[in-house]
């Protein structure tokens, strides 16, 4: 069983700045691993993912402004996010998957994939 485990949430203003870490219980280099995110009353959705390979994708909201990164010999994953504004308020969560993990899929759901975590929150003010 796969165990996911996010940090690094918290408050910020506006353009600031937060940098978020998973690790993972199991040989990280297995899986494409990614960030979801979901705001109160709204639906789950894709920020970023990085496959095995190291090739990153993300939602266009998060272009140029978010940077998904790993670490397989630390079993590690980060989101380093910049430009932070209101709409990026949201629980993060950490996702793994022996399959492929696309931020622009509106059809993920926890329960199809290998690995979740239970989230940490973001929270970012005017």
């Known amino acids: 069983q796969v165990h996911l485990a996010e940090s690094g949430g918290g408050s910020v203003e506006a353009g600031g700045s937060l940098r978020l870490s998973c690790t993972i219980s199991?040989?990280?280099?297995?899986?494409?691993m990614g960030w979801f995110r979901q705001a109160p009353g709204t639906e789950l959705q894709g920020v970023a993912a990085i496959g095995r390979d190291g090739r990153p994708s993300y939602r266009n909201s998060v272009k140029g402004r978010f940077a998904i990164s790993k670490d397989n010999a630390k079993n590690t994953l980060y989101l380093q996010m910049n430009s932070l504004n209101t709409e990026d308020t949201a629980m993060y969560y950490c996702a793994a998957d022996s399959g492929i993990l696309d931020p622009q899929d509106p059809l993920v759901r926890p329960d199809n994939l290998d690995g979740w975590g239970q989230g940490t929150l973001v929270t970012v003010s005017s």
């Open positions: 199991v040989e990280m280099s297995s899986f494409c």
